[in-house]
């Protein structure tokens, strides 16, 4: 079965950093992209960041670049979101999602997001 | 990027069915055929329904149908059922990136 089991939020001052954690299990977690999904309180779904299988390329919405890091680390099948420079507008639950490989293995492109982990509640406030 | 236009809610009776909308631009639904559809129940992650427009997951139930015409993709729920109540979002790609639609609350009557 496959499972994504996140940690890693809370609540953080203005400015703050955080980094979050997506554990996976249930399948060859180094053969398939990853991406995270926010969703502020009460609010649509916001696509955030992705990277690819290996790990070699990541990819951000414009409002997070340079602030957010994606990583993962296929031998602890685990990946990572380090979130920094924090504001109220980033307050929300973060999702981490596998990426479907729907066109190419690994690959990121032109997918979806078959499995959801159950979500970490980030707060900004001071 | 802008967000993927949805109406802010849809309804229909159990049995009856009902059409979601989802207008993006020539650069993310109207380039890709990589439209997909996500429902999501208060305070659970979201579901995916409908990958590559039209395209659903093992699992998935059959009365959840999608399709595009130009820059809108639309998805259709046949046969509304009380726990197709729910919040349903789209999603396209677009070089190099994802962009989700606003969201479409559906009430069942």
């Known amino acids: 079965e496959v499972q994504l089991l996140q940690s890693g939020g809370g609540l953080v001052p203005p400015g703050g950093s955080l980094r979050l954690s997506c554990a996976a299990s249930?399948?060859?977690?180094?053969?398939?992209?990853m991406t995270w999904v926010r969703q502020a309180p009460g609010k649509g779904l916001e696509w955030v960041s992705g990277?690819?299988?290996?790990?070699?390329?990541?990819y951000y919405t414009g409002s997070v670049k340079g602030r957010f890091t994606v990583s993962r680390d296929n031998s602890k099948d685990t990946l990572y979101l380090q979130i920094s420079s924090l504001s109220a507008d980033d307050t929300g639950i973060y999702y981490c999602?596998?990426?479907?490989?729907?066109?190419?293995?690994?690959?990121?492109?032109?997918?979806?997001?078959?499995?959801w982990g159950q979500g970490a509640l980030v707060t900004v406030s001071s | 990027q802008s967000a993927l236009t949805q109406p802010a809610s849809v309804s229909g009776s159990p049995g009856q069915s009902v059409t979601i909308s989802c207008t993006g631009t020539?650069?993310?639904?109207?380039?890709?055929?990589?439209v997909s559809w996500y429902q999501q129940h208060p305070g659970k992650a979201p579901k995916l329904l409908i990958s590559d427009v039209r395209n659903r997951p093992s699992g998935v139930s059959d009365r959840f149908s999608g399709s595009k015409s130009g820059n809108t993709a639309s998805l259709t729920i046949s046969g509304l059922q009380a726990e197709d109540e729910a919040d349903y979002y789209c999603?396209?790609?677009?070089?190099?990136?994802?962009?989700f639609g606003t969201g479409t609350a559906v009430t069942v009557l």
């Open positions: 990277i690819t299988s290996s790990g070699a390329s990541d």
């Open positions: 020539d650069n993310d639904v109207g380039r890709y055929n990589s």
């Open positions: 999603n396209s790609y677009t070089s190099s990136t994802y962009v």
């Open positions: 999602a596998r990426v479907l490989d729907l066109h190419a293995p690994g690959s990121f492109h032109r997918s979806a997001f078959d499995y």
């Open positions: 249930g399948f060859t977690f180094s053969s398939y992209a």
